[in-house]
Nanobody, 121 residues
Framework: QVQLVESGGGLVQAGGSLRLSCAASGRIFMINTMGWYRQAPGKQRELVAFITSGGSTNSADSVKGRFTISRDNAKNTVYLQMNSLKPEDTAVYYC???????????????WGQGTQVTVSS
């Protein structure tokens, strides 16, 4: 089994910073892309940022210049550094990982349970 466990969410004032972490554990052979999504109340889940196994990154226009995604392959962990937070960043943040559990298998996507980020004005 594979688990993704997020941490680092919380309540912060506008302009503040938070750092989210997501650690993957269990039967993992190889992790390809890892990423962060978010879902605000009444809205669809949207992509925030992703990072490939080689370190290439991309992020949503709404967070460019404020959020930075990174990963530690040795720890199977992805991070999201969030600076200059705005009230509209308030959402549940979910991490995901496209990974294989055995050689020769196609990657499957796994999700974390989500962590709440609330930005007060």
């Amino acid at each position: 089994q594979v688990q993704l466990v997020e941490s680092g969410g919380g309540l912060v004032q506008a302009g503040g910073s938070l750092r989210l972490s997501c650690a993957a554990s269990g039967r993992i052979f190889m992790i390809n892309t890892m990423g962060w999504y978010r879902q605000a109340p009444g809205k669809q889940r949207e992509l925030v940022a992703f990072i490939t196994s080689g370190g290439s990154t991309n992020s949503a226009d709404s967070v460019k210049g404020r959020f930075t995604i990174s990963r530690d392959n040795a720890k199977n962990t992805v991070y999201l550094q969030m600076n200059s937070l705005k009230p509209e960043d308030t959402a549940v943040y979910y991490c995901n990982a496209d990974l294989t559990t055995s050689p020769g298998l196609r990657p499957s996507r796994y999700w974390g349970q989500g962590t709440q980020v609330t930005v007060s004005s």
